[in-house]
C-alpha cells in the first residue's frame, strides 16, 4: 500500500527517506513508519532557505575583518626596520668587523653630528655606531667569552651557514653552533658570536620556518623587495 504524506506548503516532491523526511516535516502531525514506500512532498523553498541565510553571516564575517584590519592600519602607519644602534669603543674597530665579517657598507651620515660614528647598511638594515664616552662603559655589555643564547641579540638570515663558519674562523672569531626544532621536522642552523664591544649576533636559516599569525593575516605586511618567510593561515583566516 502507497502512502502519501503531504505538507501544508509543497510547491515541489521528491521521494526521500523516511528518517530525513522526520526530520524536515516538523509540521507534519502523522508519519505511518509501517510502509515499505513512503512519498513526502517537500517545499522546496523551506530546503533553499538555510543558503541566503549563510551567505548573509560570510558577508558579515567579511565586513567584521575588513572593519578590524582598517581599525588596526588607523593606529599604526607602515613601518619597517630602519637601524640598530651599537655603542662602541672604537669606531674604526667595529667597522672593520661589521664590514669584512658581516659584509656591510659604509656609508656617509648626516654631518649635523657632533659626535664620533659611523654608519653601514645592507640587507635592507642599518648599523648605527656611535663612539662611548669614557665614562659610558657601563652601558656596553659585560665582555666575556661566554655565549648565551638567551642574551639579547641581534639576528641575521644566511642561505649559506657553513660559509658564515669559514668566514668565523678565517677571523678567529669564537662562536657557538647549534641546530633546534629537528624533532619538529623544521630544523633551525643557528650561530651566536659577539661583536668587539661584546654585543651578541646570531646569524640563523629560518627562510623555511613557517610564520602562523595568531589573529589575521591581514594585519601583517610583507616586503616586496625582499625575503619573506612561508606563511600559514592562523585560525582567524581558516
Not at 660614528?117 to 655606531?129: C, D, E, K, M, Q
Not at 629560518?206 to 619573506?228: A, Y
Request: with cysteine; net charge negative.
Amino acid at each position: 500500500m502507497l502512502t502519501r504524506v503531504y505538507h501544508p506548503n509543497a510547491t515541489c516532491h521528491t521521494q526521500i527517506s523516511s528518517t530525513a523526511i522526520a526530520k524536515s516535516l516538523t509540521n507534519t502531525s502523522k508519519i505511518n513508519y509501517s510502509h515499505s514506500s513512503v512519498i513526502y512532498y517537500v517545499p522546496k523553498k523551506e530546503k533553499m532557505q538555510r543558503q541566503p541565510e549563510r551567505k548573509k553571516e560570510q558577508e558579515e564575517e567579511i565586513r567584521d575583518h575588513e572593519k578590524d584590519n582598517k581599525n588596526h592600519e588607523d593606529e599604526i602607519p607602515l613601518m619597517a626596520l630602519n637601524h640598530v644602534s651599537r655603542l662602541c669603543k672604537n669606531v674604526e674597530k667595529s667597522v672593520e668587523f661589521y664590514t669584512k665579517v658581516l659584509g656591510f657598507v659604509l656609508i656617509e651620515r648626516p654631518q649635523a653630528f657632533d659626535f664620533d660614528g659611523a654608519w653601514l647598511f645592507n640587507y635592507g638594515v642599518g648599523i648605527h655606531l656611535v663612539h662611548a664616552k669614557d665614562d659610558e662603559d657601563y652601558k656596553l655589555p659585560n665582555h666575556t667569552d661566554n655565549l648565551d643564547p638567551m642574551d639579547n641579540h641581534i639576528s641575521f638570515q644566511s642561505e649559506d651557514m657553513e660559509g658564515m663558519v669559514q668566514r668565523l674562523e678565517e677571523f678567529k672569531i669564537k662562536y657557538l653552533k647549534r641546530t633546534v626544532g629537528e624533532e619538529e621536522g623544521a630544523a633551525i642552523d643557528q650561530l651566536f658570536f659577539k661583536d668587539p664591544d661584546g654585543f651578541m649576533i646570531e646569524i640563523c636559516n629560518c627562510e623555511h620556518v613557517k610564520l602562523v599569525p595568531q589573529r589575521s593575516i591581514g594585519r601583517i605586511k610583507f616586503p616586496s623587495d625582499r625575503h619573506n618567510p612561508p606563511v600559514e593561515l592562523g585560525n582567524d583566516d581558516k
